[in-house]
């Protein structure tokens, strides 16, 4: 009887091996940590507006070519994406837009993230472009509710706070030059 309870508890167990597997996978910072408190301190200049999630959406499916990876849903199962491991990002759960912050995602859009097959796209997409790009890629956990590490209601997006400082860059707020 023993033994088939413990077979029985190793089996169940098993079961949720998986789904720890994606989760401590999501929860995975893919910022170097000697850049982590760097990243986390950028903040985005727009506002979530329809227009700015709108040119968002444009370099998500376009320039960027996000979707060839990160699946037209931002499911993470894009054509490209089954060949990575580890596997892309996946921006529809609401636990992965709760534990990280918006610069850091700003950051691996940036520069890449190593040890991964993201690559950065600075040298491809302005600072600009990225900001729209995250606001984009928030509408994909909608459903799940509000999200971003750290950040309060009234805080976040459009906050007043210029999300390139300490990158050489003046910004842009709402698509106006300051």
């Known amino acids: 009887m023993r033994t088939k ?3 029985l508890l190793v089996a169940v167990a098993s079961l949720g091996v998986p789904a720890l597997a994606a989760e401590r996978h999501m929860m ?8 982590l408190a760097e990243a986390r301190a950028l ?12 040119q968002g959406k444009t370099i998500y499916h376009g320039k960027g070519t996000c979707f060839t990876c990160h699946g037209e849903k931002g499911d993470g ?14 921006f529809q759960p609401h636990g992965f837009w709760r534990h990280r912050t918006e610069g850091e995602l700003f950051w691996v859009i940036k520069y890449g993230s190593p040890g991964t097959g993201m690559v950065g796209f600075g040298q491809v997409l302005s600072d600009e472009e990225i900001w729209s790009l995250i606001q984009y890629e928030r509408t994909f956990a909608r459903r799940h509710g509000p999200g971003m590490r750290g950040q309060r209601e009234g805080m976040g ?5 210029d999300g390139m400082q300490g990158m050489g860059h003046r910004g842009r707020r709402g698509g106006v030059e300051e």
Do not use: C, H
């Open 77 to 90: 199962k894009g054509p490209a994406g089954s060949k990575l491991n580890p596997s892309p990002r996946n």
């Open 43 to 54: 903040k985005s200049p727009f506002t979530n507006s329809p227009e700015v999630i709108e």
């Open 5 to 7: 309870m413990l077979i």
């Open 157 to 161: 997006p459009g906050n007043g706070m």
């Open 28 to 35: 995975q910072p893919r910022v170097p940590v000697d850049k």
